[in-house]
């Protein structure tokens, strides 16, 4: 009887998995374009290798781009066979890899921590940083996904002694690897040092370095590295030296953000699970430091906390000497996060101890506050500022409405064990809301797709396309959305035959100075985004040959 209950209760815990991966990392990957530098960047470069059939070399415009590893063009490449080239095939990598570490998440904790296994998957799933970048065209949740997995395995192998797991380790660390470059085992070397000096058992850090492991290690992430390296001589200059260690030291690039940026960026990318996090943080601290002298063994279950502690905090800390900031950096940490908040409720509920009254209080608050800029979001991607008035009194009225039924379940019979259900209302509504709702609004003001699309409307055959004044994401959204190289007026490529031209608003004076004696034709303009197009041809055409 109970293994008939309890194969009911795992396909019921899979059909939940499916479910709210299937809702929160897939469902609407095409509501909106391609936004921001990288990821039509990314969606190109994987473009270019699938077109060449070429596994190997990276390339933008046909020219060799070597600043990231091949894992994500790799899985893009093998998504643009399988649904065709598009902007949502694009994103399938990230959102896959999100489903590949939710589901690690719930296999570890079924095995080595059972009884809230779903819970702390769930938990991971809904966390902001983790749905954000599981819909992004990037290489930050391939990392985040491939380290979280190296982690589980590599603490799996600590508890049970089981090589496998340490198979597993060096194996998902390759594919870090892959996926990002060498921060993958820099961050999971400074973890387990950190980790060992805390248990004053520095043999811990030699006994990982088992020598099977490493070879595996090796024969995942060097190939491609040395064949990369073999036909591109430069890479090791622009990828290694460039674009890890210059990145890392100097603001070449141009991110350069204040020491403490990674704490409210972590913060938010926890939401809404926040609050939980913080307090499990203090109080695993806390804990561990009266212990330390007299307990320098701890409980398998404190050590477990003490862990996810020092792989939550030392990325963020690494990062934060960085002189080169972006949010996607500290999304390896997320999952620690989570999973922190996952043992805590379950130590709790374990112990029947009632959470603090301030607790529920400050989740329930936290967990309903994306309500208000959801809400908002039309008004603030078009206005580009918080509409303070009705409209902001109105969406603090909801969230508070919301906040109030989560507290008052918080403090019932049950407790803490409704805190995944009531905490995982919002986050499905916010997301619902913000995708059908803000997705128009967002493919509108910040990508290129439906400027790329009202210009091939007008077009009898395809032109060549130049841009003018316009930001790095539009003439980067263009070149995916094209499929072309976009010469830049501003950098004298200005193509020699007739050619449209993206330009910001007021710009036909300057065009007309720079193309000389070329015929210009105003076509229209997209005024959501200040743009506007021409028809650039040389002298002598007297007519439109592209229109």
């Known amino acids: 009887m109970n293994s008939v209950r309890l194969d009911q209760r795992a396909r019921t815990d899979w059909l939940l998995l499916a479910g709210f991966c299937t809702f929160l990392f897939f469902w609407g990957l095409n509501y909106f374009g391609l936004v921001g530098a990288d990821e039509p960047r990314y969606a190109q470069v994987a473009r270019e290798m699938f077109a060449r059939h070429d596994w190997v070399t990276p390339t933008l415009g046909g020219k060799p781009w070597l600043e990231k590893p091949v894992f994500y063009y790799w899985q893009a490449i093998l ?78 192998w600590y508890e049970s002694g089981r090589k496998a797991y340490l198979a597993g380790f060096y194996l998902c660390l ?40 490493i070879l595996l290690f090796c024969v995942v992430a060097l190939p491609w590295y040395v064949a990369v390296q073999v036909k591109n001589p430069e890479f090791f200059r622009i990828f290694i030296l460039e674009h890890n260690l210059v990145r890392f030291g100097t603001n070449l690039y141009r991110h350069q953000q204040p020491f403490w940026y990674y704490v409210p960026v972590t ?19 806390r804990s561990w430091w009266r212990g330390a002298k007299s307990q320098p063994q701890a409980p398998a279950e404190d050590q477990w ?21 972006l949010p996607g950096y500290i999304v390896p940490a997320v999952p620690a996060g989570t999973l922190l908040v996952a043992e805590y409720i379950r130590r709790h509920i374990i112990d029947d101890r009632p959470a603090a009254p301030w607790l529920n209080v400050l989740h329930s608050l936290a967990a309903a506050l994306p309500i208000i800029p959801a809400l908002m979001i039309q008004y603030i991607l078009l206005q580009h500022r918080v509409p303070w008035g009705k409209a902001t009194m109105l969406a603090s009225g909801v969230a508070l409405v919301f906040a109030a039924g989560m507290g008052a379940t918080l403090v019932c019979r049950l407790g803490l064990r409704m805190v995944r259900f009531v905490t995982l209302v919002p986050v499905v509504l916010v997301v619902a809301w913000a995708l059908r709702v803000g997705g128009p609004s967002l493919d509108a003001t910040l990508s290129a797709r439906p400027v ?62 720079l193309t000389g004696d070329c015929r210009v034709s105003h076509l229209g303009n997209f005024g959501a985004q200040h743009l506007e197009y021409f028809w650039i041809s040389p002298p002598g055409m007297g007519h439109r040959a592209g229109y």
């Not at 990598?93 to 690690?104: I, N, R």
């Not at 070397?189 to 370095?209: H, N, Q």
């Not at 906390?305 to 900031?325: C, E, G, N, T």
């Open 452 to 513: 790329a699309t009202e210009i091939g409307r007008m077009e009898t055959r395809a032109l060549p396309t130049a841009v003018l004044g316009v930001s790095r994401e539009t003439e980067y959204g263009l070149a995916f959305y094209r499929n072309q190289v976009i010469s830049r007026y501003e950098l004298g490529e200005i193509p020699p035959g007739e050619h449209l031209l993206v330009a910001v608003e007021g710009s036909q004076p300057q065009i007309t100075r």
């Open 79 to 156: 998504a643009y066979r399988i649904f065709g080239v598009s902007d949502w095939a694009a994103r399938l990598p990230s959102a896959f890899d999100a489903t590949l570490m939710v589901v690690a998440i719930y296999l570890f904790l079924r095995r080595f921590r059972p009884g809230f296994h779903l819970d702390g998957a769930l938990m991971t799933a809904s966390c902001t940083a983790v749905i954000g970048y599981a819909r992004a065209a990037s290489m930050d949740m391939p990392l985040a996904a491939a380290f979280t997995i190296a982690l589980l395995g590599w603490y799996a």
């Open 174 to 213: 390759g594919l870090g690897t892959l996926a990002k470059g060498p921060v993958a085992p820099v961050l999971a070397s400074l973890i387990i040092a950190i980790f060992a000096l805390c248990k004053r058992d520095i043999p811990l850090v030699w006994r990982t370095l088992w020598l099977p492991g």
């Open 267 to 285: 913060l938010l990318g926890l939401l809404p699970w926040t609050v939980i996090v913080v307090a499990a943080v203090f109080k695993t601290t």
């Open 305 to 325: 906390d003490v862990f996810l502690v020092i792989w939550l905090l030392a990325p963020l800390m690494f990062f934060s000497f960085s002189q080169s900031k």
